[in-house]
């Protein structure tokens, strides 16, 4: 399965104003679309990508249509962060962390303005 990344998507765009947050990378079917962070930068946090990866599967899994209304219905149901995609997605975004020391953990940090804020945690 081939999957591309967009850098400056309009939806993710959208998507970074709705949600008040510095940047955002979200997922279309076998897209990724970016804004606010290079494809560089989104690349080289290998969490982030297995968290936008899990998505793909999940498109693949429900198809496309059906699963943007599933997750609308679960984002309605119980807001953004519990979503159960977006849990099951968290997860396989932190599975890259479990074999390494706590020193190594630490070196893969990303800055807090890098991450996306979850749209239940916004800034004021």
């Known amino acids: 399965m081939e999957i591309k990344v967009m850098e400056n998507s309009p939806f993710a765009r ?8 510095r940047n955002v990378a979200m997922v279309l079917g076998k897209t990724v679309h970016l804004s ?7 690349l080289k946090d290998e969490g982030w990508v297995a968290h936008e ?15 943007l209304w599933l997750y609308l219905v679960e984002s309605l149901r119980v807001g953004y962060y519990n979503n159960k ?33 979850p749209a239940d945690k916004r800034e004021t």
């Not at 606010?36 to 989104?42: A, D, L, N, P, Y």
């Not at 990866?53 to 699963?67: P, T």
């Not at 099951?88 to 804020?117: D, V």
């Open 14 to 21: 959208i998507a970074r104003l709705v949600l008040k947050s």
């Open 85 to 117: 995609f977006e849990v099951e997605a968290r997860i396989a975004g932190m599975k890259h962390m479990q074999h390494l020391s706590p020193t190594q953990k630490a070196a893969f940090a990303l800055k807090p303005t890098e991450l996306p804020l």
């Open 53 to 67: 990866l899990c998505h793909v599967e999940q498109f693949r899994q429900h198809g496309y249509l059906r699963f």
């Open 36 to 42: 606010g962070v290079s494809k560089e930068i989104f």
